[in-house]
């Protein structure tokens, strides 16, 4: 599918945003006033403008409040009910820590799960989709959860925890690359699936159904080479988990090289992301035989 740059920022900042809120929930770290200000506003900062972000792929940005009143059935409008209840009731615990001195900690453990069920409903927008195989796998949830979690206890400074998460996170990520690989073909998608003719035979195409190529063309179809999906693996594998560890683990930890693990976390984290869309494919493109 074709990787929207707007939609690459917000799943990626706003996970980071609400990984670290997360651990702010919990009391980690343990911090009050103006120290706790900061990290309070570096998580809302992500998750708010993670969310703005997203809204720049609509057609019409206008009319994004009307995505709140389909929550029914919608996970993206789930996601947006679950990203304003968690950002109000974490703003309560905030202000307590900020302004007051008071820790509300039931208030913050609330805040801290209401933000992993905001990345869950993230992460169910694209598992939903049977039509693109490579998303609907029980992987894609578990991962954007251990994303959001290992980027928020980095972004916390919690060194054991986020050096464990993000191995994890790693560990994940490779496996969700193989079996992703695999998942078109297993899910049996094929050109007389697609076109409803394969009880005539072999179906191939004679010529394309359009002289130019239309909106499901540009958005639902977007191949890249495997050379190219190779290298970029890679480095997603190394500057997302190896050298975050490696900082957190075999170097004197200080607030320099907490800058750099963050910025190869994120380097990582928005490679791999780009992946996510670019490689997933969707079953409309063997209409247009392009898979």
Do not use: C
């Not at 959001?148 to 490779?174: D, K, Y």
């Amino acid at each position: 599918m074709h990787p929207a740059p707007s939609v690459i920022l917000f799943t990626s900042l706003s996970g980071l945003g609400f990984g670290l809120m997360f651990w702010l929930g919990f009391g980690f770290p343990d911090v009050t006033g103006w120290t706790a200000f900061a990290f309070f506003f570096i998580a809302y900062a992500l998750s708010v403008g993670g969310l703005l972000a997203s809204t720049l792929h609509l057609g019409r940005p206008s009319r994004a409040m009307n995505a709140f009143s389909q929550w029914r059935t919608s996970w993206l409008s789930r996601e947006g009910v679950a990203a304003v209840v968690t950002l109000l009731v974490m703003a309560v615990y905030a202000i307590g820590l900020i302004f007051y001195d008071t820790n509300l900690q039931v208030v913050g453990w609330i805040a801290g799960l209401l933000a992993l069920l905001t990345v869950f409903t993230t992460s169910k927008i694209y598992n939903q989709l049977k039509t693109v195989p490579r998303w609907n796998m029980p992987l894609t949830p578990v991962l954007f959860l251990t994303y959001a979690l290992a980027g928020g206890a980095l972004l916390a400074g919690q060194v054991m925890p986020a050096a464990v998460l993000l191995l994890v996170l790693t560990v994940l990520q490779l496996a969700t690359w193989q079996m992703g690989d695999k998942a078109f073909a297993n899910a049996g998608h094929t050109i007389e699936t697609a076109t409803g003719l394969g009880n005539l035979g072999k179906v191939r195409q004679l010529e394309s159904p359009h002289s130019s190529p239309n909106y499901l063309m540009k958005e639902m179809v977007h191949v890249v080479g495997r050379k190219h999906a190779m290298k970029l693996r890679v480095i997603s594998t190394v500057t997302l988990g190896l050298l975050p560890v490696a900082i957190l683990l075999f170097l004197q930890f200080n607030h320099i090289l907490a800058l750099v693990a963050v910025a190869s976390h994120l380097i990582g984290l928005l490679v791999s992301r780009w992946l996510f869309f670019a490689e997933a494919e969707h079953v409309v493109g063997l209409y247009y035989d392009k898979r």
